[in-house]
């Protein structure tokens, strides 16, 4: 696991994307959150003629816990709901990325007061990206 200073965080998956975006949607469903979108930008490539490795992206969350921190910071309805990207590399091999959502808080300037329900959402995040890797 890498951390950039931009709060990206990025995982190398055990499986390949499509099997690693799959394990990410049933553990974002299996800790009760909402998934909002799921994209396969490969194959909105492909759909224009163009080519691209599998890249996917998975938008999701809990509106009990988001809706308050866009109440306190509207800029940060930005970034939420939280996102995560799943891209293959060669050799079948796949990596999982995602903003941490403690980054975020300070990005939107929450106040510390939103924090434990902002900890609670990258222990979250942290927790569906570690089962989708294996």
Known sequence: MTTDPEGLVTLESRTDAAQTFERLV?????????????IDQAQAATDVGLTLRPTFVLLFG????????????????????LKVLVWGEPGASARLAYVDPIWLARRHGLDPDHYPVVKAMAQGVAAVAGEAVG
């Open 62 to 81: 809990n509106p009990k816990a988001g809706t308050p921190l866009m109440q306190a910071a509207p800029s940060i309805a930005i970034d939420l709901p």
């Open 26 to 38: 049933k553990a974002v469903q299996s800790h009760g959150m909402t998934v909002f979108a799921r």
